[in-house]
């Protein structure tokens, strides 16, 4: 399967795969515009074997399948900095 990954212009860390180059259709407009401007960064054969950094190749594909596109976020603590909040730590013990 092909996909075309996007940066996000307004959403650091973030990235948009859709099948199909320039074809933004299967995106919701409100998360369109959430992200800015959309920076063609690579194209890319998924398949099984595929490793992917910060996503799971198959949960990309079944999401391209399913929905048209698949948005790939920061990990957790880089989402909660983005919305100005810390990330919650366990208490330190007391010895």
Same mark, same amino acid.
């Given at each position: 399967?092909?996909?075309?990954?996007?940066? =996000?212009? @307004?959403?650091? %860390?973030?990235?948009?795969?859709?099948?199909?180059? %320039?074809?933004?259709? %299967? $995106?919701?407009?409100?998360?369109?515009?959430? *992200?800015?401007?959309?920076?063609?960064?690579?194209? *890319? #054969?998924?398949? &099984?074997? @595929?490793?992917? =950094?910060? =996503?799971?190749? &198959?949960?990309?594909? /079944?999401?391209?399948?399913? #929905?048209?596109?698949?948005? /790939?976020?920061?990990?957790?603590?880089?989402?909660? =900095?983005?919305?100005?909040?810390?990330? $919650?730590? &366990?208490?330190?013990?007391?010895?």
């Amino acid at each position: 399967m092909k996909t075309f990954i996007y940066r =996000a212009g @307004r959403k650091p %860390d973030s990235y948009l795969y859709i099948v199909r180059q %320039d074809d933004f259709s %299967d $995106v919701p407009d409100g998360l369109l515009k959430a *992200l800015g401007k959309l920076e063609l960064v690579m194209e *890319l #054969e998924l398949h &099984n074997k @595929r490793k992917l =950094a910060r =996503a799971d190749v &198959n949960k990309v594909r /079944q999401s391209l399948r399913e #929905e048209g596109f698949y948005l /790939q976020m920061p990990d957790e603590s880089e989402k909660l =900095a983005l919305a100005g909040k810390k990330p $919650v730590s &366990n208490p330190v013990p007391r010895l």
